[in-house]
């Protein structure tokens, strides 16, 4: 009721009750107490004392408001509707079963103790003695409690009394003096029993706020290092499930926010359809309800929302196995704390996956724009050349061109309709490595033949430009797919030109280093910032050139992603001529270090 009502529930542990309360109040600048008047007897208030006088005779300027309640079992906790506190010493988890295993070894301690000491009675003396039978009431007070210390010291007296107080064998007292330490036996009982039952106490206190913060802990450990959202409901439920000893089902909205089993503690699932009901209910209220609640509380189990600030994420469902103290406030401030967790744990996860579909849309949108823009670009321009050369070609029915110039105009449409397949083989090839579709097809490739395919296959590209290759001889050859290395170098020798001088040399080396070939293509031109060196093989990345450069970014992406899947290396930097070096190297096998092609002419 104090929760609903927008009250803070705070739990204290203390030996003083009225000592805890007050000093609460005085932290917070309390002005108003308002405590109920326990149904204790006359007797237990005269033993015990009263915590509501205790509490306004110390109050110091606090008023105190008394509300008397009903008729209530002696023993009960006392309550506050602005604080709560409990008795944990006196309620029913706490007492202890009677045994007679105390009784029966303080009746062994006193006759061995006896039997010990009356053969040398005399030289002890009873001074000693007296204190020899405090020993058995001091262990009672450390292992049973105050009541078999109490129990323990009785038995003291009597013994004492009747086997080595005179007149021996009788309970008679012929020394009043002796009366005194009979007192002192009970009053050493009662203060070491009182003492042992408030350090068991406190002992008991900190195992459990060490349990629950472990617990707590062990949690927030657990989904804090993982990003999956099985993993993170598998984490919850078997953390509470073994934390409070119940079975536990979590229960989130699919796409059509409609409640499903995501995750249980693997004991028999107690949902059904009147559970399922009252979990659907707390869903869309976002308030708990089921068993120990005034909201559907003839259901099997306790349903709390998984609330954060984006909404309801899911129910946590729990069907305590104990039959007693399962709604303990202490255990349900506990759930609350771990459903508080797990609510973060599954929005944070939901988040991430947005932020990831939001990064996808970016990625897409940015393709699409790259695309657009080559587009406009690498097609319309040798597609315009095209169409002019044909259109010339056509309308020469007079022969007006001369052969050299069909051959010129015949050269254009070639170029052209190169340059195309270029732009539309390098979206087809980043669309395959993208999509994991990419499959190689390896076979002894001789890099040297490669990189002359490459240099065919460029043709006029290549035709005013000093190019220099330098190959050492007896090459091994390197298992790959020599179509897609032969497609990295045409990559590289065109982006060697792209970003260089016209007139200036293009630089292409194929060496052995140790267990890998080793292929550079250098040009001379302007250097790359260090800070862009590892960016040039990114999607769309482009260097800002003077240089009129065209191409969609793409070329030096898809080379990274053809050396990677044949298991090597490429990156980029700048050469001593002031141009850039752009470096990939291919893994040999045992069995190619001894192959070597059967020529190795000069390109």
């Known amino acids: 009721m104090a929760k609903t009502l927008g009250a803070e529930i705070i739990g204290l542990t203390g030996?003083?009750?009225?000592?805890?309360?007050?000093?609460?109040?005085?932290?917070?600048?309390?002005?108003?107490?308002?405590?109920?008047?326990?149904?204790?007897?006359?007797?237990?208030?005269?033993?015990?004392?009263?915590?509501?006088?205790?509490?306004?005779?110390?109050?110091?300027?606090?008023?105190?408001?008394?509300?008397?309640?009903?008729?209530?079992?002696?023993?009960?906790?006392?309550?506050?509707?602005?604080?709560?506190?409990?008795?944990?010493g006196i309620g029913p988890q706490q007492r202890r079963t009677l045994s007679v295993i105390p009784y029966l070894a303080s009746i062994f301690m006193m006759i061995s103790l006896s039997?010990?000491?009356?053969?040398?009675?005399?030289?002890?003396?009873?001074?000693?003695?007296?204190?020899?039978?405090?020993?058995?009431?001091?262990?009672?007070?450390?292992?049973?409690?105050?009541?078999?210390?109490?129990?323990?010291?009785?038995?003291?007296?009597?013994?004492?009394?009747?086997?080595?107080?005179?007149p021996v064998f009788t309970f008679t007292v012929?020394?009043?003096?002796?009366?005194?330490?009979?007192?002192?036996?009970?009053?050493?009982?009662?203060?070491?029993?009182?003492?042992?039952?408030?350090?068991?106490?406190?002992?008991?206190?900190?195992?459990?706020?060490?349990?629950?913060?472990?617990?707590?802990?062990?949690?927030?450990?657990?989904?804090?290092?993982?990003?999956?959202?099985?993993?993170?409901?598998?984490?919850?439920?078997?953390?509470?499930?073994?934390?409070?000893?119940?079975?536990?089902?979590?229960?989130?909205p699919n796409e059509n926010t409609k409640l499903i089993l995501q995750k249980d503690s693997g004991a028999n699932n107690f949902l059904n359809?009147?559970?399922?009901?009252?979990?659907?209910?707390?869903?869309?209220?976002?308030?708990?309800?089921?068993k120990g609640t005034e909201t559907l509380g003839a259901a099997a189990a306790l349903y709390l929302p998984l609330s954060t600030e984006q909404g309801v994420q899911g129910v946590l469902g729990i069907c305590f196995n104990e039959s007693e103290a399962q709604f303990d406030p202490e255990r349900i401030r506990l759930l609350e704390a771990f459903v508080?967790?797990?609510?973060?744990?599954?929005?944070?996860?939901?988040?991430?996956?947005?932020?990831?579909?939001?990064?996808?849309?970016?990625?897409?949108?940015?393709?699409?724009?790259?695309l657009f823009n080559s587009l406009s670009h690498d097609l319309r321009t040798p597609l315009s050349s095209i169409i002019g050369a044909v259109t010339g070609l056509l309308e020469d029915r007079n022969l007006v061109y001369s052969p050299e110039a069909r051959t010129d105009l015949l050269q254009i449409i070639l170029n052209g309709a190169e340059r195309m397949n270029?732009?539309?083989?390098?979206?087809?090839?980043?669309a395959r490595l993208e999509s994991g579709m990419l499959k190689l097809k390896k076979d002894w490739c001789d890099l040297q033949d490669n990189i002359g395919v490459a240099v065919n296959r460029l043709g006029e590209s290549l035709t005013n430009r000093p190019l220099d290759i330098q190959v050492q001889p007896n090459l091994p050859l390197v298992q790959a797919d020599c179509i897609l290395i032969e497609q990295v170098l045409i990559n590289l020798l065109d982006n060697a030109l792209k970003y260089s001088e016209q007139g200036s040399k293009i630089v292409v080396t194929t060496q052995q280093r140790e267990n890998q070939l080793e292929t550079t293509v250098a040009n001379q031109g302007e250097g790359i910032p260090d800070t862009d060196l590892s960016k040039v093989f990114d999607k769309f990345y482009r260097l800002n050139s003077p240089l009129q450069v065209s191409g969609t970014g793409l070329g030096l992406a898809i080379c990274k992603g053809i050396i990677e899947a044949h298991g090597g290396k490429i990156w980029a930097n700048n050469n001593l001529l002031g141009g850039v070096t752009i470096t990939f190297t291919l893994p040999l096998s045992n069995q190619a270090m001894g192959r070597v092609p059967v020529m190795n002419e000069g390109v």
């Open 422 to 430: 270029r732009f539309v083989g390098n979206l087809l090839d980043m």
């Open 273 to 290: 359809e009147s559970e399922f009901a009252v979990a659907t209910w707390v869903f869309e209220k976002g308030q708990k309800a089921g």
């Open 115 to 166: 039997l010990l000491i009356t053969p040398i009675s005399s030289f002890l003396g009873p001074a000693n003695i007296s204190m020899l039978f405090l020993l058995p009431v001091l262990i009672s007070a450390a292992r049973w409690g105050r009541f078999y210390a109490v129990v323990t010291a009785a038995m003291g007296v009597i013994t004492f009394d009747f086997f080595f107080v005179a």
């Open 174 to 252: 012929a020394d009043v003096r002796y009366l005194l330490s009979f007192m002192i036996f009970m009053l050493v009982g009662i203060i070491t029993g009182t003492l042992s039952a408030r350090l068991k106490k406190q002992i008991n206190y900190s195992r459990q706020r060490e349990s629950r913060v472990s617990a707590l802990y062990a949690l927030s450990r657990d989904i804090a290092a993982v990003d999956k959202l099985d993993a993170v409901l598998e984490s919850i439920a078997s953390n509470v499930a073994g934390t409070l000893e119940g079975q536990v089902v979590l229960l989130l």
């Open 340 to 370: 508080g967790l797990a609510a973060m744990a599954i929005n944070r996860i939901k988040l991430a996956e947005q932020a990831r579909q939001a990064l996808t849309l970016v990625e897409s949108e940015r393709l699409r724009t790259a």
């Open 15 to 88: 030996d003083d009750i009225a000592e805890e309360i007050l000093e609460l109040a005085n932290k917070r600048n309390v002005s108003q107490i308002i405590i109920g008047k326990p149904e204790h007897t006359r007797f237990w208030t005269i033993v015990h004392g009263s915590v509501v006088d205790r509490v306004i005779r110390r109050s110091q300027g606090i008023s105190i408001h008394v509300i008397p309640g009903s008729q209530q079992e002696a023993g009960q906790s006392q309550k506050s509707a602005a604080v709560k506190v409990k008795d944990k």
